[in-house]
């Protein structure tokens, strides 16, 4: 089992910037990769980023892509997503999620998941 725990939302003015944090405990060493979903009401879970544990090239969505940047520190089991420039239509709830698998953008890929953190960004 892995367990995911994510910090950092709040809000923010449009332009501004937050760094999200997701901790792993339990058997994090197990992870293929850590990636970033998000999600506003009604809507389905979207994918924003994702890195592999061994630290290959991240994978971003367009719409992120020279604004958010991923990083992962395995001595602390910790990933992190910067997020530079933000628009209102960032503001979601933001959640972490693991896998052992080779997946990159579907959420039913992924098996284990934070309890999301939500970001606000203001105009």
């Known amino acids: 089992q892995v367990q995911l725990v994510e910090s950092g939302g709040g809000l923010v003015q449009a332009g501004g910037s937050l760094r999200l944090s997701c901790a792993a405990s339990?058997?994090?060493?197990?992870?293929?990769?850590v990636g970033w979903f998000r999600q506003t009401p009604g809507k389905a879970r979207d994918f924003v980023t994702r890195i592999t544990w061994s630290g290959g090239a991240p994978t971003y969505a367009d719409s992120v892509k020279g604004r958010f940047t991923i990083s992962r520190d395995k001595a602390k089991n910790t990933i992190y997503l910067q997020m530079n420039s933000l628009k209102p239509e960032d503001a979601a709830v933001y959640y972490c999620?693991?896998?052992?698998?080779?997946?990159?953008?579907?959420?039913?890929?992924?098996?284990?998941w934070g309890q999301g953190t939500q970001v606000t960004v203001s105009s």
């Open positions: 999620a693991a896998t052992e698998r080779q997946a990159i953008y579907s959420p039913g890929d992924y098996k284990y």
């Open positions: 339990g058997r994090a060493f197990s992870m293929y990769a």
